[in-house]
């Protein structure tokens, strides 16, 4: 198979993948369709998900305020857990700053 070919093939599945996402099928349905066995249609939207670049898959950030300490009370904990089990503790220590 050449790359043209090979590039070819890519882009028709990947069309066809996305087709079959907004159809309301089952796999089975969508494939007998299409005229496509379901076991290619698997292996083709593998194949497709492995080629997601990395700042498609990547987690954003977004931003946070932390609310105001009172007075009394020198600390402020946030914690977030991230998917795999990995935790971000966050604390911010001191007095609170004049926000007017």
Avoid: K, N
């Amino acid at each position: 198979m050449t790359d043209h070919s090979r590039r070819s093939a890519r882009e028709v599945w990947a069309e066809r993948i996305e087709r079959f996402e907004s159809a309301g099928q089952t796999v089975a349905e969508f494939c007998s369709d299409e005229g496509v066995s379901p076991a290619s249609f698997y292996q083709w939207r593998r194949r497709l998900r492995s080629e997601v670049t990395p700042t498609e898959t990547t987690a954003r950030f977004v931003p946070v305020q932390l609310p105001m300490a009172p007075p009394e009370q020198t600390t402020t904990v946030m914690s977030v857990e991230l998917p795999g089990g990995v935790r971000v503790r966050i604390e911010v220590s001191g007095t609170p700053r004049d926000q007017s």
